[in-house]
């Protein structure tokens, strides 16, 4: 079971770190990955990060400004978003894969989400 939290308002221009904690399974090989859905809108793929820290990818509209990590030991990934722009208003899920992918319906284990909200 994967539980994202850290989620919040916060002004543009601000920042929010966002944590995914794992229960029930040790993270250690999964690559995990956060992926966003704005209301009204398509989900969309954030970020992605391989097990040993060492693969990351970032969809293009965050690239610069997040910030995707892990600390195995703690069994948590973390979203480190900074310049947050009103865009960036949406529900975050964290996810689980096998393989590092930008393709949302390719991640296998998904977690619930934590509402982000940037205001003008």
């Known amino acids: 079971q994967l539980q994202a939290c850290g989620g919040g308002l916060v002004q543009a221009g601000g920042s929010l770190r966002l944590s995914c904690v794992a229960s029930?399974?040790?993270?250690?090989?999964?690559?995990m990955g956060w992926i966003r859905q704005a209301p009204g809108k398509e989900r969309e793929f954030v970020a992605a990060i391989n097990w040993n820290g060492r693969i990351i990818t970032y969809g293009d509209s965050v690239k610069g400004r997040f910030t995707i990590s892990r600390d195995n030991a703690k069994n948590t990934v973390y979203l480190q978003m900074n310049s947050l722009k009103p865009e960036d208003t949406a529900t975050y899920y964290c996810?689980?894969?096998?393989?590092?992918?930008?393709?949302?319906?390719?991640?296998?284990?998904w977690g619930q989400g934590t509402q982000v909200t940037v205001s003008s």
């Open positions: 029930g399974r040790t993270l250690n090989m999964y690559v």
């Open positions: 996810a689980a894969n096998e393989i590092v992918t930008t393709t949302l319906n390719q991640w296998r284990y």
